[in-house]
């Protein structure tokens, strides 16, 4: 399986002739759907989810079929049967690659913000995305897509985070508001400058690929 970071927090898991594109949000290009098989969506909040772009994608592709939570279905109100609403402890079969679904909630911004649902995908047994969530699947995990930054998270919540998941390899998403400057204070903290953790950390820039 291949792994393509799209910016923020989207990425892009191919397999053959299968793509699966994760929160193709406002920060991300639109094109990024462009050939998609499947989409899954982890939460509503714009960063993540951006309607238009996705209904126009399921106009152009009567084949495109959307994995997410009920408000976000119930917000891209897609065709009858394309959009499956899934939650924590669903296990789906996605373009025929195996998806658990783990996690209820967005993560605390403040206690005065209502929080939304999220939930998080282990796609093939290996790639786990959260979404907006420290949520630890409870079962092993290859890769994890971790949220390095973001209005509800401190660091040494994202080290305990990778800590508790303690998956093979952790690669950033969550963190196209970040300058380089915050990128190398992120990346040190959570490698050589940091307190540790039992899995290797790196990032791939917008475009970037690495097979799995």
Not at 25 to 34: N, S
């Amino acid at each position: 399986m291949e792994l393509t970071k799209h910016g923020h927090a989207c990425v892009v898991l191919s397999e053959g002739d299968r793509r699966l594109v994760l929160d193709p949000g406002g920060f991300t290009d639109p094109a990024v759907l462009r050939g998609a098989t499947a989409v899954l969506v982890t939460h509503e909040h714009p960063d993540h989810f951006a309607p238009e772009p996705l209904r126009a994608a399921l106009a152009a592709d009567p084949a495109l079929e959307v994995w997410t939570n009920g408000a976000v279905a119930g917000l891209l109100d897609g065709p009858a049967g394309r959009v499956h609403v899934v939650g924590d402890g669903d296990a789906v079969t996605v373009a025929g690659i195996d998806v658990t679904v783990h996690g209820e909630l967005h993560e605390i911004i403040h206690p005065d913000i209502p929080r939304v649902g999220n939930v998080g995908f282990l796609v093939g047994g290996s790639v786990f995305h959260p979404g907006d969530a420290l949520t630890v699947p409870g079962e092993p995990v290859g890769t994890l897509l971790l949220p390095v930054h973001a209005p509800w998270s401190k660091m040494w919540e994202v080290i305990d985070y990778v800590r508790a998941v303690d998956a093979d390899q952790a690669f950033a998403v969550h963190d196209g508001l970040l300058n380089e400057t915050g990128l190398g204070l992120v990346g040190g903290l959570l490698g050589e400058r940091g307190p540790g953790t039992p899995t290797p950390y790196s990032r791939l820039a917008p475009g970037d690929s690495i097979e799995l």
